[in-house]
């Protein structure tokens, strides 16, 4: 049968044993996940369980006589934008076992709104939770394998629901919800930042530091505020200390000077590297943004670079007994660390 078609009734297949297919099937079915996995995560579905473990689609051979579809290896899919702006999203088939994977370990429902931004020489697998449709759209776009409020089972959609649906302050409380100096910033790049702020003020600009760390809960604050959304993400490299919002001069970019003088400071910025090694990004083009104050500093031990890197890592952490953890942790200062 066709791949698309294979595809529906692996699918269908799948569900019709799970959730109510003959009683020896189901069993079959059920006997080849873990026992373990079960009780370890009760909260989890029975397809969660099943597909804990690598090879779970082996009892439906039977049935279909051949494994789910590979994945196509599309060299360069899935990565940077096009003219237009918008993002190539992933076009390649994903195989039901690698769409599960990385719904479990990672909350995505649509792998084909994956993609790895170019904003960064690093570049980092992100996802959307809507179809990016233009320059100048704004779409909630989330860090795959960043820390945030996500809860274990939820995807991306449905944690977006869960935060617009919640009053704020639910999600206020924390011991140290933001930092506001560069003493709250992850130790390896605290000096490269100060660096730059003096340099930047050799260079002319007046800069001013509002904001540094900034916790999930707090991330999650700014989504939940009914009608005036303060972010598009829950994700945030605020989150793992690398991260500072700043304004220029008086910060109000109505004027004229104040806005060229930003839109020249993002350029420096860009082109700046610190003694230290550190290099930094701000959001959006040189004029135009939806967060003017957000600089970061990028790395390439934070997300993925790659779909691969991140089936490869869902993989490992969603292993039975394993000790990998499916997100990536924050390096902070020991007086924010829990």
Known sequence: MSSVVRSIAWLCGFALLACGGSGSDKRALVDSAEPAAATALPESSLI???VHRPGWWKPLLSVFGSEPDSVEDDEGDGEGHNSEGIPNYATREFSLEDSLILRRAYGIEDPHRLYVSDSTDNGVLLYDTEVKKCRRCIVNSYGVGFVSVRRWGESWEQVERRVKATRARW????PHPMGYTTKE??????????QMLADAAKAGYKVRV????RSPQRQAYLMSLRGKERTHTLTSTHSYGRSVDVVI???NRARKKTK???INFRIWLT???APTGEMFHVLGAMDHTWDWPHVEV???KIGFRSIDEALERGRACLAPGSTTPCDFAPNLPTHLQP
Do not use: H, M
Request: charged share 25%; no cysteine.
């Open 171 to 174: 999600f206020t409380g924390a």
């Open 298 to 300: 990028t790395t390439a």
């Open 249 to 251: 001069d008086d910060g």
């Open 260 to 262: 060229a003088n930003w």
């Open 48 to 50: 969660d369980s099943i």
């Open 185 to 194: 910033l992850d130790p390896v790049i605290r000096a490269g930042v100060e």
């Open 210 to 213: 509002i904001a540094t760390y």
């Open 271 to 273: 082109k700046y590297r």
